[in-house]
């Protein structure tokens, strides 16, 4: 077994030192869904959803809380994002919401934890604004999609079959 990042050698919780790291270009996407009744989708579709519009507030919700992952998450290192996307599509075959984000920065760790935080809040947003219409609401698939930059290279993945 290797050695763990993130404790260190009197068992406590450490922040892992990346000062010898070279800044790279770091890309990381990730996906999430919100299940939900064909009802709900049809109420956010027409713009009759009680609490406004829903998919652009849930957007917005992602890439607030992308910014503020190191925040959110212990040990995580504060980045300065150069661009976060969150994208939220209604999908008739979920039926629910399908949301994606995309996170760039220039550093010397990578985005995977800023782009599923941008997935989960949003997930969490369209929950929190249609709660009120639909209590069979679930909340699923979050996963990393993609990354690219540092030493371990890009890899791509496929967790949720579309």
Known sequence: MSKLTHVGPDGRAAMVDVSDKAATQRIATAEGFLRCLPSTLDRVRGGTAP???VVQTAELA???AAKRTAELIPLCHPLPLSKVAVAITLDDRLPGFRVEAEVRTVGVTGVEMEALTAVSIACLTLFDMLK??????TIGGIAVTAKTGGKSG???TDPEPK
């Open 154 to 156: 890009s890899w791509t």
């Open 62 to 64: 992602g890439i607030m």
């Open 51 to 53: 609490k406004g519009p």
């Open 132 to 137: 009120a219409i639909d209590r069979t609401m």
